[in-house]
């Protein structure tokens, strides 16, 4: 069973950067597509970032250049630098891990088994 505990969420002003992290059980990352998502309040939950196996990272359009997504494969721990954060940016944050053949490691939701249980990111104006 892989668990993912993600931490790092907090309350800043526009322009202002987090660093979220993911920590995984061991192994996960060498496994599965690894990826961050986030949901707004009445919201759909939409990707935002995921990082493959070779390390080639995907965006969303949303917060190319603000975010950076990587991971220590070592410790096992996945990683969001987002900087130049705007109020659109608030949302609950959650790491997700798993592998979907159809779809690839990308930002589709069915491509995720496992879930964190998130943290809020909070941007005010």
């Known amino acids: 069973q892989v668990q993912l505990v993600e931490s790092g969420g907090g309350s800043v002003q526009a322009g202002g950067s987090l660093r979220l992290s993911c920590a995984a059980s061991?192994?996960?990352?060498?496994?599965?597509?690894v990826s961050w998502f986030r949901q707004a309040p009445g919201k759909e939950r939409e990707g935002v970032a995921v990082i493959n196996n070779d390390d080639t990272p995907i965006y969303a359009d949303s917060v190319k250049g603000r975010f950076t997504i990587s991971r220590d494969n070592a410790l096992n721990i996945l990683y969001l630098q987002m900087n130049s954060l705007k109020p659109e940016d608030t949302a609950m944050y959650y790491c997700?891990?798993?592998?979907?053949?159809?779809?690839?490691?990308?930002?589709?939701?069915?491509?995720?088994?496992?879930w964190g249980q998130g943290t809020q990111v909070t941007v005010s104006s």
């Open positions: 061991a192994n996960t990352y060498s496994h599965y597509c």
């Open positions: 997700a891990a798993g592998w979907n053949r159809k779809y690839g490691c990308s930002l589709n939701r069915n491509v995720y088994t496992f």
